[in-house]
């Protein structure tokens, strides 16, 4: 019997239409939108199937519609009896995983995130920033690339995705000269994002701060699987260290490839993208292509999914 690690995906796995098939096709899921739009008097519904994209687009939108995009495959695997051994999501997905992990409740999450993109947006517009992403580079590269551009401003690594495909974040003249730098040191390829600001770093800080007093009303119970952190890329089971590292996450690196070494060593040998996109399975092939992997974002995959496990 495979052991399943579900993987949750972050910001920019969103798009128009998400989970529609999964809402016109299930009650529980219509219900779980309910929930959700009425905890933040948001119709979730309409952002998420109808748009526009500009509209899902924007963070204070994105991350709760993303969220419940997620929890609604998510209760479609718990109905059909397939249940998590370990969880793990891509910054935001931590909210998500979090929830599969019954460490928290579908309405303080879906609050939860629609502040984290509020105060993630204004921090943006307070202190402007930006991030690229490097292919091809080992983090040593980019870190002594850093250094080098210290003179620049603040800079630093935010998403550790798989060995060679690094993010940076930072003060936008720093980004650029380490981007500079990157293109002619033998970097496959350099592109900055685009995004609203600096995430993962320290221009965050004051989002970081605004994280703590919200999530510091949020119970968070002891997670009923094993739960891996970005932070520190390991497993934490004790729910004031949840909450701690949920608020360091806004300003610190997103180590994913060390989160993906934590399941396997913990012995999970599948490995389910738990909701729109197939994100984490394309970095998951980078850092192990021995792993199994499947998606379970649509109606479809989920009958796949149920019917391999069925003939295991």
Not at 94 to 105: D, H, M
Not at 106 to 119: I, K, M, P, Q, Y
Not at 286 to 298: F, Q
Request: with cysteine.
């Amino acid at each position: 019997m495979d052991r399943i690690a579900f993987i949750f995906p972050g910001q920019g796995s969103q798009s128009v239409g998400m989970a529609k098939d999964l809402f016109e096709n299930s009650q529980t899921v219509r219900e779980i939108y309910e929930r959700a739009s009425e905890a933040i008097a948001v119709d979730l519904a309409s952002v998420s199937f109808e748009g526009p994209e500009d509209e899902l687009k924007k963070t204070v939108n994105t991350q709760p519609a993303l969220l419940t995009a997620s929890a609604a495959a998510l209760a479609l695997l718990e109905e059909r009896d397939i249940v998590p051994y370990a969880v793990a999501g891509h910054s935001l997905g931590e909210y998500s995983a979090l929830l599969a992990g019954r460490s928290i409740s579908l309405e303080d999450a879906v609050r939860a995130v629609r502040e984290r993109g509020r105060l993630m947006y204004e921090a943006g517009l307070e202190t402007p920033g930006a991030m690229a992403a490097i292919v091809g580079l080992t983090e040593e590269a980019i870190e002594q690339i850093l250094k080098e551009v210290a003179d620049k401003g603040i800079v630093q690594i935010a998403n550790l995705n798989a060995p060679t495909q690094i993010v940076i974040s930072g003060e936008v003249d720093a980004v650029r000269a380490a981007m500079d730098v990157a293109a002619t040191s033998n970097a496959r390829r350099v592109v900055e994002l685009n995004v609203s600001g600096a995430f993962h770093s320290e221009l965050l800080k004051s989002a970081s701060e605004g994280m703590e007093s919200v999530l510091g009303g949020v119970p968070i119970e002891r997670p009923r699987c094993i739960f891996v952190a970005n932070v520190t890329g390991g497993a934490l089971d004790d729910p004031e260290g949840i909450r701690r590292r949920l608020v360091e996450q806004m300003v610190s690196p997103v180590r994913w490839v060390e989160c993906m070494k934590a399941l396997v060593n913990r012995k999970s040998s599948l490995f389910l993208e738990v909701g729109p996109g197939n994100v984490l399975r394309g970095l998951l092939r980078k850092i192990d292509p021995e792993i199994k992997t499947m998606s379970a974002g649509s109606m479809s995959d989920i009958e796949k999914l149920s019917a391999a496990l069925a003939t295991d």
